[in-house]
């Protein structure tokens, strides 16, 4: 197995972002993605300028209370300029944000494509759609890629920034636009809608639907068939729609950038997740790894340092303070915290050196002491992130 | 722990969820362990199947089939279409070869739709398992905290959404096994962080308004040690004083102050962390059992973490 190579200086995620329109920041839960995605658009505005709309799933209460997001939705709102000014910075754009609903998103799109208004209140009603639109989770991946499908063409901002739903799978969001045209070209579907349109059973069918009618009843049967019918319908826009939104993932102007942490679980998924991408063909355009321990921690000579500390506390702290015991306690408790800490930013360090397929932009971001929960708390993480 | 511990080991059916990366697999696992050391047999099923479960106990991923992967443990990864293969194969005696693919297919597709299937399916292994008592204790290395409610709410939602039929009759006595306090639990993981201890308090008010099932303790995983006490904190200061930290540096024969930052940072960590912690407690019902377990600085994986925590876990149970 090859060593990743060295990343290379002169690339940045700056440059990267002024290259494409839409950064995808994908990868495991619990990494920071969302605040990422929010401090790399807060910061393209600060730094670049234009209109940067940030496309968020789930922020942090506090984050979006700070940037006045609270109860915002699917419609984008503009950050109050006032919010930069706040932390010190003139921004040169604007920053947009919105947040993602997935029942309303799945409304507007029946809206879009029902062919009268007798269907669309039709599949509205139907306790399937009800079901599949509010709680079929897979539909969140799909309706984020929709969305932003949808935003990209009004053509209203120089760059998009998405944060990706948290899934069971990373790499649901990326075949979920295949797999709704899928579902909506299927034969199977087709098959499935016949007896209770015609109200001919035939031979071949027959067996299935005494079988499904013992076991579901016949009534969600009949929910079943009335919703793929009227679903039917709207057959050639969704298909067209899903092979649209396919298309922008893998666009020029469309590139992917993982966030990860270096612990063990994470960084595995972080990998997986970049090797699909490259063999998709889908643009890998950097890493963000966070929470990153201070490199001093894995300094050997410090690590000497604090082991003779630990063995030499009593004596070291003679005289220094107050209370030699409490001293000595306090010594072999800093000592010790430095050697537990110094064992994991090792093995995260040889997490990052195993990282293979890793895209020219590889970022660490310190770990930060406190949570970022405000402005210029994105900022200081998209500086890190930035150059 | 603050209230009484519940006594987890008692249950048939315990679920354990959380926001990803919180550690659930590893308390999962960590259960599970402490069970087997209680001479209980018990099933350990992975919900979303990625094969870490049974690599916490140094064996080969597993499949539907359960399989003993350590003394008194079996292991098993949910797969919908084998459940649904055996609940065919079990309730309506269709000869399975032939006739099952083309309805697999189906089924897959008809889950799709209508999501309740599939979680019913998995759910209904699950309580089948209970049901039969072939084992003392079933833990599940659920879904994430968003999707375990829907998995714990299909048998209701299947029947609000089917009126007759034969899995209409499945569900009552799934309800039943799912609603007693004393055969079924929840169990939220976290650790004191902020998104995470928010998606707990999310999923604890759910749980309540959503589900049947219980929520029997939150664990709090990755707790920080306390550095210092209030006193050797001021003592830590002193030391921290250019004046002091040029004599340690003297007397160490190194610069001591990297090490004195790191002990900063980790104390400041420690205290963010508290902070979320603390949020938690005052989030939930003051009865809530709340577990902590240790950050492991020096594993994360293996036969050794899960024994560690299966120990933690049972200290905080008081076992």
């Keep these: ?387 | 722990m603050t209230t009484a511990a519940p006594d987890l080991l008692a249950l048939k059916l315990v679920f354990i969820t959380g926001k990803g990366g919180v550690g659930k697999t590893t308390v999962a696992a960590a259960l599970a362990q402490l069970a087997a050391e209680h001479a209980k047999r018990v099933l350990v099923c992975e919900v979303d199947a990625k094969g870490d479960l049974s690599a916490l106990f140094e064996a080969a991923p597993t499949d539907f089939v359960p399989r003993e992967i350590s003394p008194g443990i079996w292991s098993m990864s949910m797969d919908t279409e084998a459940s649904l293969r055996e609940y065919l194969k079990l309730h309506l005696r269709i000869p399975v070869v032939g006739r099952i693919g083309p309805l697999a297919k189906a089924f897959d597709f008809v889950a799709t739709a209508a999501p309740g299937v599939r979680e019913i399916l998995t759910v209904g292994k699950l309580c089948y398992e209970v049901r039969e008592g072939n084992y003392d204790i079933v833990v599940v290395d659920a879904p994430a905290s968003g999707h375990v409610i829907g998995q714990l709410a299909a048998p209701q939602a299947i029947n609000d959404l089917v009126k007759v039929g034969m899995i209409r009759g499945q569900t009552d006595w799934m309800l039943e096994i799912l609603s007693d306090a004393n055969q079924t639990g929840l169990v939220a993981v976290t650790t004191p962080e902020e998104m995470p201890v928010n998606e707990t308090l999310e999923l604890a008010a759910r749980v309540k308004t959503e589900t049947t099932v219980r929520l029997s303790a939150v664990v709090v995983n990755e707790v920080l040690p306390e550095l210092f006490g209030q006193h050797e904190e001021e003592v830590f200061e002193q030391l921290r004083t250019k004046k002091a930290e040029k004599a340690l540096s003297e007397r160490a024969g190194g610069p001591v102050a990297t090490v004195l930052e790191a002990a900063r940072l980790a104390v400041t960590m420690r205290r963010t962390r508290a902070q979320h912690l603390e949020d938690l407690q005052r989030g939930l019902d003051p009865e809530m059992a709340i577990l902590l377990l240790p950050y492991l600085f020096a594993r994360t994986h293996g036969l050794r973490t899960t024994r560690q925590m299966a120990t933690a876990l049972g200290e905080e149970l008081g076992h």
């Design chain 1, 1 to 387: 197995m090859a060593r990743r190579k060295a990343a290379d200086p002169a690339q940045s995620v700056s440059r990267l972002l002024s290259a494409k329109e839409i950064v995808i920041a994908c990868g495991p839960g619990g990494v920071g993605k969302t605040t990422t995605a929010a401090a790399v658009a807060a910061t393209a505005v600060a730094e670049q300028g234009g209109r940067v709309l940030v496309l968020t799933v789930d922020p942090a209460r506090r984050l979006a209370d700070a940037l006045g997001l609270k109860g915002i939705g699917n419609k984008e709102v503009r950050i109050d300029d006032e919010v930069f000014l706040r932390a010190g910075v003139t921004p040169r754009g604007e920053l947009w944000a919105a947040m993602l609903d997935t029942k309303q998103s799945w409304d507007d799109l029946i809206a879009l494509h029902a062919p009268d208004a007798e269907t669309k209140a039709q599949i509205l009603a139907n306790p399937l759609y009800q079901n599949i639109s509010g709680r079929f989770v897979q539909s969140h991946d799909y309706i984020a890629m929709e969305r932003l499908y949808e935003i990209h063409s009004e053509g209203k901002y120089d760059l998009i920034v998405v944060d990706t739903p948290p899934t069971r799978n990373a790499l649901d969001f990326l075949d979920a636009p295949q797999r709704m045209a899928d579902f909506f070209s299927s034969r199977l579907l087709r098959w499935l809608i016949v007896p209770y349109r015609s109200r001919l059973v035939n031979v071949a069918t027959k067996p299935f639907y005494s079988i499904a009618d013992r076991i579901l009843g016949t009534q969600f049967l009949a929910d079943i068939s009335e919703f793929f019918i009227l679903f039917q319908s709207m057959y050639e826009g969704f298909v067209e729609r899903a092979d649209a939104v396919t298309r922008l993932m893998s666009d020029r102007r469309t590139t992917f950038m993982v966030v990860s942490t270096l612990e063990a679980t994470p960084v595995r998924e972080a990998e997986f997740f970049s090797a699909e991408l490259t063999k998709r063909k889908l643009h890998l355009g950097a890493i963000i790894l966070n929470k990153v321990l201070p490199d001093y921690l894995r300094d050997p000579k410090t690590a000497k340092l604090a082991q003779y500390i630990s063995d030499h506390a009593g004596a070291l702290g003679e005289g220094l303070t107050d209370d030699p015991a409490v001293a000595e306690r306090v010594l072999s408790e800093v000592a010790e915290s430095f050697l537990n800490f110094g064992i994991v930013a090792r093995r995260e360090a040889e997490q990052q050196a195993e990282l293979h397929g890793a895209p020219d932009i590889l970022v660490t971001v310190p770990f930060f002491d406190a949570d970022i929960f405000d402005m210029e708390g994105l900022l200081r993480l998209g500086a890190q992130v930035w150059d």
